[in-house]
């Protein structure tokens, strides 16, 4: 069955960096687009980045656009978010995820703390 799994979460301070992964297993990770949102409490989850099976076509949420960066290693069946110029509005679950026909799947998600 389709398995993600997110990590490398954390505390940070505005301005800070950090970059998540997301393992995937389970299906033929390079045949399927890879996308990354995230929640924040009392707010619906948002699409944050958007990255094609082979990574020619990226998107943005608008809000992070020049902050982060998608990426991924088909190879190693895994999806990079990398967060630079992290703000306190970043603050949120973090959470991978892939379409496989009418199906969603989701990692469990990984916390993302933006404070000083």
């Known amino acids: 069955q389709v398995q993600l799994v997110e990590s490398g979460g954390g505390l940070v301070q505005p301005g800070g960096s950090l970059r998540l992964s997301c393992l995937a297993s389970?299906?033929?990770?390079?045949?399927?687009?890879m996308r990354w949102y995230r929640q924040a409490p009392g707010k619906e989850r948002e699409l944050v980045a958007k990255?094609?099976?082979?990574?020619?076509?990226?998107t943005y949420l608008d809000s992070v656009k020049g902050r982060f960066t998608i990426s991924r290693d088909n190879a190693k069946n895994t999806v990079y978010l990398q967060m630079n110029s992290l703000k306190p509005d970043d603050t949120a679950v973090y959470y991978c995820?892939?379409?496989?026909?009418?199906?969603?799947?989701w990692g469990q998600g990984t916390q993302v703390n933006v404070s000083s």
């Open positions: 995820n892939v379409v496989i026909g009418l199906k969603e799947s």
């Open positions: 389970g299906f033929t990770f390079s045949s399927y687009a």
């Open positions: 990255i094609t099976s082979g990574g020619v076509r990226i």
